[in-house]
């Protein structure tokens, strides 16, 4: 018998996508928080949707928040990864192009919409702090690439940002997302800024994206240094 936890056997056989009982929490808690919300859902009844005991949940997750969290921080912490292996002398506009490329496939990818529980009240205390702050950290680094490109100060720096987390109403409103969204909502905020040549920078940031040749990365700017 498969079991969840140390001497916790599963109600039933596993029902949920994932190599782990975590990652199989973590996706019927994703689930219920966006189709019931989070104050109706209970551990229980996500332990229900796993088929685990309520006390198996507990070996996991201490809280409800917990879970919240961890699901939150999940669709921030790989874009702040990705735009730290960003090289720094990669011209503003394909880091920015990249950056927008990578959140919005982030954003779109999974099976849950879970941006859509970004404004909860319960984001707003303690046990959220630090995913705030990587969302905060996340959001100025948008304003500090298009900053590059406009100037400090210009209003135009805010909207890269809010043009990728346009894919999270998206995602509310029609359910699929295209596949080339990601592409045309990383355009979109560069076109925003007034960049000109948007072929030849989102060609730069499809090689960091999703791995096109170097060659082409590098004949905008020859001084960079390869990416894998």
Known sequence: MTHAGPGRPRLHAPRRPGSTARAEILD???????TRGFSPTST???AEAVGIRQASLYNHFATKNDILVAL???TVEPTLDFDEKLDDALPADVRLCALAWFDTAQLSAGRWNLGALYHLPEVRTAPFDRFRHER??????YRLLAAEIVGDGDPRTHLPFRIVESVIGMRADN???DAGLPEALATASLAVLGVSDLAAVSGAARALVVGVPDDLLESMNPQAAPHA
Do not use: N, P, W
Request: hydrophobic share 50%.
């Open 72 to 74: 939150l921080e999940d």
């Open 44 to 46: 229980r009844s996500i």
């Open 28 to 34: 019927a808690a994703a689930e219920l928080f966006t």
């Open 136 to 141: 905060l950290q996340l959001m100025e680094r």
């Open 175 to 177: 359910g699929d997302i």
